[in-house]
């Protein structure tokens, strides 16, 4: 069976500070891995994906993310927080497993301060 | 891109009647989703469809039908709407991929409430 963790439901940083949005995931099978962001009365974007390969992901908006098998860990990082980041972070996990179901994580609301 | 439009941004319905949800596709997808979201809860599979006339049951279809008839299209059902069907419905789709290795695209949310 395939679920997310994502630890901290409301993060807060500064604008210009290291944004780091925590997920954990738990799968009987190679995963593959998935961030989304929701901004205010709309639907989820894909920020970026993990399907095979490198396991450093980039993404849209100088988001990116690295697949760590050990730690079954797929944490999104940017540098620099801007503004325009503040929205809510969804970690999502599927597997071959699984057909094309989706298990989403809680979801992390990001705060960027001026 | 790709654009699934769902019918209504904005409904207000009251409690005992039979509601729909209208969702539709522009990218030939053959799988359709059906999520509610509820703060606290992230996202919950309430229906899927692999193909025309398929359904399959997520973790939450009580109180739920759905119906595809045509490709483009997957319709979600309240039955008989409740108040604690109040929520944000999201509708989603994504290609044939090899075990789930395609993301899926969302609409941008139908916000339901029951009175």
């Known amino acids: ?114 | 891109d790709v654009k699934v439009t769902q019918s209504s941004r904005y409904l207000v319905k009251r409690t005992g009647e039979k509601v729909f949800l209208e969702c539709v596709q522009d990218m030939d997808h053959e799988n359709m989703f059906w999520y509610r979201q509820d703060p606290g809860l992230g996202l919950r599979l309430i229906y899927f469809s692999y193909d025309v006339k398929m359904k399959e049951k997520g973790d939450i279809p009580e109180g739920y039908s759905v119906s595809r008839e045509k490709k483009e299209r997957f319709s979600l059902i309240l039955e008989s709407a409740s108040t604690n069907q109040t929520s944000m419905y999201l509708c989603a789709s994504s290609p044939l991929g090899r075990g789930g290795n395609q993301p899926q695209h969302f609409g941008d949310g139908t916000r339901l409430s029951i009175l």
Request: glycine residues 8%; aromatic residues 14%; charged residues 10%.
């Open chain 1, 1 to 114: 069976a395939q679920s997310v963790t994502q630890l901290g439901s409301h993060v807060s940083v500064s604008e210009g500070a290291l944004v780091l949005l925590r997920c954990n995931y738990s799968s009987s099978v190679p995963p593959y891995l998935f961030w989304y962001v929701q901004y205010p009365n709309q639907g989820l974007q894909l920020l970026l994906k993990y399907t095979t390969g490198a396991t450093l992901v980039k993404g849209i908006n100088g988001f990116e993310a690295e697949f760590k098998k050990s730690e079954t860990s797929f944490h999104l990082t940017k540098p620099s927080a801007h503004m325009s980041d503040a929205a809510e972070y969804f970690c999502a996990v599927t597997g071959s497993n699984t057909g094309n179901q989706f298990y989403f994580g809680t979801g992390t609301s990001l705060t960027v301060i001026p």
